[in-house]
């Protein structure tokens, strides 16, 4: 955020704490410019030097993704190339800089010009980061004794650092970021509990592992930032700037604003789309709510709930792949599977998410008995309605099939020249639908406020346009098919947009026999391409210093084991229960990511929490993949932007409703709660994340948990075909729970584990098919804290050669020994699986489980769907006698 009244929401926004002024439209905007971009742009030179540093760094992040550094070093002979240490310092050089002259520092700093303390700071910022780069090879020589000059260099560095971080994201990161270098350097003082004292770093030990190598400021969530999260970032503002951000705004009223409640219907299927390409929840609630907030309130929504459908819907933009707030790129480096498996894992979640929020505004206008706005034309029965509803599906799915096959085809027929052959179908595909699209006047962005009798037409507002998805196709092809790196296929998409951007004006202009204006189209699509990379550049400032912050509290946590004592912490206020574990470290991720953006709530979270579910989770029995444990921290760290009473999304869809914000903010975290119980969900069944999960059985999976999260959403809202009796929305709860976790019951029933004596686990692995594991518990002495633990693991087996022996330590990492009817761990295999889970020598196996022979747990969905079955005749029964049908 730009300066402390901007830290302040309710000042911000409202002029003061006590809420006297009424919040304007415009106040929103200023806090999403506070927030995400920065809010001073001087005139005259420095206003131009902010936009040209802006515009360099945009062609610098090009030019590093690209081949080109290679091609100029062919060329010249000079090496032109930079390795990704070098790439991290200049891309933290560039964020910093627009930090310190983009953003005020003070509420009374000026906005009409950059004050000389601030020019000090950016060219401090600049060098201190470029220190890095200058003197690469001598730093790597003396690496771990620094110099007098390192020392220096580091300890300004940071200070810079932490200013840049308040200036453009507020003060809650750098609270957080205080608290943990306090805790670095006096974590054995006196003042600090006794249960999470350690023994303290030296100035020149913690200068360096912050500053001076890449775990610290310059680790791995800044080289994310750098190599993939720019691209797409500057990819969303290309989109934005050519037009489609208002376009998805246009098409999704079109066709939703025709069902009751249409408008906040729309608003929830433009901020899904909005998410697909949007960095920050704030900014999505002032691109999408600025048109669809007033639309709700002009048809019967009252304020806070207009702004809290749009809150909510922001919100879980950021959970939307395939950006998810950067947090995407940063699970592939933390969670180590690839960017497509993260993609697979977050999609279910979230699609089902939103179905449940359109849901809830179903029912919200339904007790308002509020109607859909009639279409141009003549209405359709609503049996043509269904239809064309299908039809779009099955047109959809085509679409989708008819790209993966045939994009594929292209590759396995063209081979080296694929790369040239879809470079001409790109063009020739754009070249049709942007003919199709010049038939249509282009989308302009409506006036919320001026009268609304009909709604647009679907097909001239779709066919408009069609030729944005291109450089989405692009995207897609690159990952899927190429199986490009997420950056390089960024950047092919970025390159698609660009010529898009530069292009579709003048084109139009001559499908539309506007040859005069030719001159002027180009120079306007030449203009929007500059004002496109400069906007990019604005939206990554706040990226970018969040991650280098970040990375001092990731950093602080690997040099004194802090997760450890948060795991001690968490496992004795929840006194070994699990679900009471789960349910405080969702609490503490919910404080963490209050008031601090997508990429640092990621970040801080994970490095805190994620440890606490593994470690804990395991003495309890819990083994979960690790990427359903990121996801369920994340989850929680999301929802706390529209949690009161930070909740700044809430805020800025206040000042635009002109309701209460912090009634706005519980109105919206209560539609959230179909969100936050997800994480829980698809940590005990991760069905939901597509886990080890076919196609047939994933549709399956899909239509149940739809089905179970719109009950779940009729239960909290107390409303399903009626307005629901007490034991009908405990009904419903427990409908809901089965259709989510049938395995529970099936647990209650007969345990999923039969247990076998620890001395037969060289048999049991012997006997166990391809791909099988053992689940095992064993416990001992870990070595760092010299505390006795309990740790269960699923022992990999692999293909079933050799003896249960050497499947076991082979796979496993294991050898085990037998003394006295016991089992003790003889020997770990360096950088086998049995070391990453931190098993050491002479540990003893104490429980072997097996998979028990059960019935299917899909059995208790028969019950369930009899009481729903019940549930429905009694409220259609009770629906018809009030006359309701």
Not at 37 to 58: E, T
Not at 673 to 687: G, V
Request: contains cysteine.
């Amino acid at each position: 955020m730009a300066e402390s009244n901007a830290h302040d929401p309710r000042e911000r926004v409202n002029g003061n704490v006590n809420q006297t002024a009424a919040p304007t439209a415009p106040d929103a905007a200023a806090l999403a410019a506070d927030s995400d971009v920065g809010a001073r742009n001087p005139p005259h030179w420095q206003g131009l030097l902010i936009a040209a540093v802006a515009l360099l760094w945009s062609l610098f992040q090009i030019y590093y993704a690209s081949n080109l550094p290679f091609i100029f070093t062919e060329w010249t002979g000079i090496n032109l190339t930079l390795n990704s240490d070098m790439a991290r310092a200049i891309h933290l050089a560039f964020a910093m800089f627009l930090a310190a002259t983009a953003f005020p520092l003070f509420k009374t700093s000026p906005r009409d010009y950059i004050p000389w303390y601030d020019w000090l700071l950016a060219v401090v910022s600049v060098c201190v980061c470029l220190y890095l780069v200058v003197f690469q090879s001598s730093i790597a020589e003396r690496a771990g004794l620094p110099i007098p000059s390192d020392l220096v260099m580091s300890a300004i560095g940071l200070v810079v650092l932490l200013i840049a971080t308040y200036r453009s994201l507020g003060l809650p990161l750098c609270v957080v970021a205080g608290v943990f270098l306090i805790y670095v350097f006096f974590g054995d003082r006196d003042f600090i509990p006794e249960v999470i004292q350690w023994k303290g770093a030296s100035f020149g030990k913690a200068m360096w592992h912050f500053w001076m190598q890449t775990e610290g400021v310059f680790g791995v969530a800044l080289g994310v930032s750098a190599s993939m999260v720019f691209l797409f970032v500057l990819f969303g503002a290309l989109l934005e700037k050519a037009g489609a951000g208002n376009y998805f705004i246009e098409v999704s009223f079109s066709l939703m604003g025709h069902f009751r409640g249409g408008p906040a219907k729309a608003a929830v299927v433009s901020s899904a789309m909005t998410g697909l390409i949007s960095g920050s929840s704030i900014a999505n609630t002032v691109t999408t709510g600025t048109f669809t907030i007033p639309l709700m309130k002009r048809v019967g929504f009252p304020a806070e709930k207009a702004g809290a459908v749009e809150v909510a819907s922001s919100t879980n933009g950021q959970l939307t792949p395939p950006v998810m707030g950067a947090a995407a790129f940063l699970m592939v480096e933390y969670v180590g599977i690839s960017y497509l498996d993260v993609v697979k894992h977050a999609l279910l979640p979230v699609v089902i998410s939103y179905i449940a929020l359109v849901y809830i505004v179903h029912l919200e206008a339904m007790k308002l008995n509020l109607q859909g706005l009639p279409r141009r034309g003549e209405a359709k029965p609503l049996i043509r309605r269904l239809l064309g509803v299908l039809l779009g599906f099955i047109l959809t799915a085509a679409l989708a099939l008819a790209i993966y096959y045939g994009l594929g085809w292209t590759k396995s027929a063209f081979g080296d020249a694929t790369l040239w052959a879809m470079s001409a179908l790109f063009i020739v595909a754009y070249l049709i639908l942007l003919s199709v699209a010049a038939r249509y006047p282009d989308l302009t962005a409506d006036d919320p406020d001026a009268p609304l009798t009909e709604l647009p037409e679907v097909g001239p507002t779709v066919r408009t346009g069609l030729h944005y998805l291109l450089p989405i196709i692009v995207l897609i092809w690159c990952l899927m098919i190429e199986r490009f790196s997420p950056g390089l296929s960024a950047f092919w998409a970025t390159v698609g947009m660009i010529f898009i951007v530069l292009t579709q004006r003048p084109l139009k202009a001559l499908f539309r026999a506007e040859g005069r204006a030719l001159s002027r189209h180009l120079a306007e699509g030449f203009r929007d391409l500059i004002d496109g990379l400069i906007a990019g550049s604005r939206n990554m400032i706040g990226i970018a210093v969040a991650t280098g912050t970040a990375g001092i509290i990731v950093s602080t946590i690997s040099l004194t084991g802090a997760h450890q004592v948060m795991g001690e912490f968490v496992e004795f206020l929840s006194a070994g229960n699990l679900m009471v574990m789960l349910i405080l470290v969702a609490i503490l991720s919910l404080i963490m990511g209050m008031g601090l953006p997508t990429t640092a709530t990621y970040i801080v979270i994970t490095s805190l929490m994620a440890p606490v579910i593994v470690t804990v989770g395991a003495k309890s029995g819990l083994i979960v993949p690790l990427i359903a444990v990121h996801m369920f921290v994340f989850y929680f760290g999301i929802l706390a932007d529209d949690t009161p009473p930070v909740g700044l999304a809430a805020f800025a869809a206040a000042a635009i409703s002109r309701g209460d914000p912090i009634r706005t903010g519980v109105i919206g975290f209560s539609y959230d709660i179909r969100t936050a119980i997800l994480p829980f969900l698809f940590i005990f069944n991760t069905d939901l994340l597509l886990i080890d999960v076919g196609l047939l059985k994933a549709i399956f999976i899909f239509i149940i948990a739809t089905i179970a999260m719109l009950l779940f959403a009729a239960a909290t809202q107390s409303y399903f075909l009626t307005r629901s009796r007490l034991w009908e929305t405990a009904a419903l709860l427990l409908i809901a729970f089965t259709l989510f976790r049938p395995g529970y019951w099936l647990d209650q029933w007969k345990p999923p584990y039969a247990e076998q004596p620890p001395s037969s686990v060289i048999e049991l692995a012997g006997q166990a098919v391809d791909g099988g594991s053992l689940r095992a518990m064993l416990s001992g002495e870990d070595i760092a804290s010299g505390k006795q633990v309990v740790k269960t693991v699923e022992l990999p087996l692999g293909s079933h050669t050799g003896d249960g022996a050497e499947r076991l330590a082979k796979e496993a990492g294991l050898v085990f020994r037998t003394e006295a009817d016991k089992v003790y761990v003889d020997d770990v295999v360096f950088g086998g699986y049995a070391e990453k889970q931190q098993i050491d020598f002479d540990w003893e196996l104490t429980s072997l489980q097996i998979p028990a022979q059960r019935p299917p747990k899909e059995v208790f969905y028969l019950p369930a769907l009899l009481l729903l079955g019940l549930v429905v005749w009694l409220q259609q029964s009770r629906k018809t006698k009030l006359g309701l049908v």
